[in-house]
């Protein structure tokens, strides 16, 4: 939820942004003057950073799954899914960073896309780490995992999307994003505690869950 929403939320009101910083319109009237040009154009920069995240996550995920289980005797702990977030958390927070700057000092259209596809490669990639955490720690619980987890995104998404407008324009795009971007960072140690802890604190619930059998 605490890096998911932050998508749907731009998703939901870049094209906003774009039209009033760069001119972008529906369509292009003037192709020598480029007086509106084709919103939806910039809409490939997230397609090529989710089709890039699909191909970097294919093979990374099982790489440092490998790496975990040479050092610890052939076991793999669902604990051992996150630590892929650290590996994306760079793309995350320099993403938002950018894509603040770019709009409020209206740098050039395509720094503007190189932030936003930052953002949904990394995005990207700690999705599948924490699905995957998820449900290796509850695999008979995949439904609920599952559930919960596109609540927590599909609510955050839209709750961030009828603030961000009204947020840009009360502090600008570069404490908006930035705050996004210390919101990312502020929430690594609970990752951190579920390494260390995750794993106590899944016997524990299994202990309590069978007492109350």
């Known amino acids: 939820m605490f890096t998911f929403a932050w998508v749907v939320g731009i998703n939901a009101t870049l ?13 292009q009237i003037d192709t020598l003057s480029h007086t509106h040009i084709p919103v939806g154009f910039f809409f490939f920069a997230p ?5 890039l995240a699909e191909a970097i996550g294919h093979y990374l995920h099982d790489i440092l799954a490998r790496i975990y289980i040479r050092r610890h005797q052939g076991r793999l702990e669902p604990e051992a899914r996150l630590s892929v977030i650290y590996t994306a958390l760079p793309f995350l927070l320099t993403g938002l960073v950018v894509l603040g700057f770019a709009l409020e000092r209206k740098w050039h259209y395509m720094v503007t896309a190189v932030g936003w596809g930052m953002y949904v490669l990394g995005s990207m990639v700690v999705s599948v780490g ?9 695999p008979r619980e995949s439904g609920e995992v599952g559930a919960w987890t596109n609540f927590s995104r599909t609510a955050g998404g839209f709750i961030v999307a009828y603030l961000q407008v009204r947020w840009v324009a009360r502090v600008g795009a570069i404490a908006c994003f930035g705050t996004q971007a210390a919101v990312c960072a502020a929430v690594l140690p609970i990752v951190v505690v579920l390494q260390v802890f995750g794993k106590r604190m899944r016997m524990w619930e299994k202990r309590r869950s069978l007492k109350t059998l």
Not at 47 to 51: G, M, Q, S
Not at 130 to 138: K, Q, V
């Open 47 to 51: 397609i090529i950073a989710t089709i």
């Open 130 to 138: 924490i699905s995957t955490y998820l449900l290796d720690s509850y």
């Open 15 to 27: 094209a906003l942004f774009l039209t009033s910083s760069y001119g972008f319109g529906p369509k």
